[in-house]
């Protein structure tokens, strides 16, 4: 597909990007990326039915969202987050999203694509949907991974002290507790695996300083970009939808 910068923030030097995001990502400097959030296809659209709004609705996201095989599934994951690593800074970090559906698949493939894992987030929905089988435990948890370069040279950027004052004046912990995203946040359209923004709002402040810059890879309805324009962190936000980039635009301009 061909690539244009859909949107661009002159004030800020930031942008958004329609475009294959393993294309772009081989034409981004090297080492120029300061943290990437990706929150990369689950790979959970397999015809199934869930619970939203008290109604049965169907699991399938979108072509974006199948995949034919593990194989297939591990391959993507390794082949994205290879060509992210080479966009990283030395002491830059990645932080990836993800539920049972694919993390086993990226922890591994950060590991062989040569990253150490930092952290292992636990994010708790408090309103998580119902089990509408019944015969499984509701799934109220995805989690979050926090990696930088395997390399004893790097130092990672950790805000402990904000980190700390957020929680009270206690070390922050690995699982965080919060809502769904609100429907204040999807008021100018919905995005499937939409993220809500308090949960964006904690792993930038934690792991970036102002005007650092901030990749998102497969950017959605763009909340890594709304909260990074909100910390005075400039952003790159790819996707090769050009509604889910529309969306973003009108979160950004109205943020």
Known sequence: MREEVYYFDKESGSALVLADTFDFLEKIDEESIDMIFADPPYFLSNDGISCSGGKAVSVNKGEWDKIDSLE?????????????????????????????????????????????????????????????????????????????????????????DLMKERNGGKQMKDVWMGSLTPLKEKK????????????????????????????????????TCVVAKKLGRRYIGIDQEKDYLDLAIKRLQNS
Not at 103 to 127: C, D, H, P, R
Not at 140 to 146: A, K, P, Q
Not at 188 to 210: D, F, N, R
Request: with cysteine; hydrophobic share 30%; glycine share 6%.
């Open 188 to 223: 100018y359209g919905k995005h499937p695996t939409q993220k809500p923004e308090y949960l964006l709002e904690q792993i930038i402040l934690s792991s970036t300083k102002e005007e650092d810059l901030v990749l998102d890879p497969f950017v959605g309805s763009g909340t």
């Open 72 to 160: 297939a599934k591990h391959e993507f994951n390794r082949s994205w987050i290879r060509l992210a690593k080479r966009t990283l800074k030395p002491n830059g970090t990645i932080w990836i999203s993800g539920s049972l559906h694919n993390i086993y698949s990226v922890g591994m493939a950060l590991e062989q694509e040569g990253f150490k894992i930092l952290n292992n987030i636990t994010w708790q929905k408090i309103n998580p949907p119902p089990n509408l089988s019944c015969r499984y435990f509701t799934h109220s948890t995805e989690t979050v991974l926090w990696a930088r370069k395997n390399d004893k040279k790097a130092r990672h950027y950790y805000n402990y």
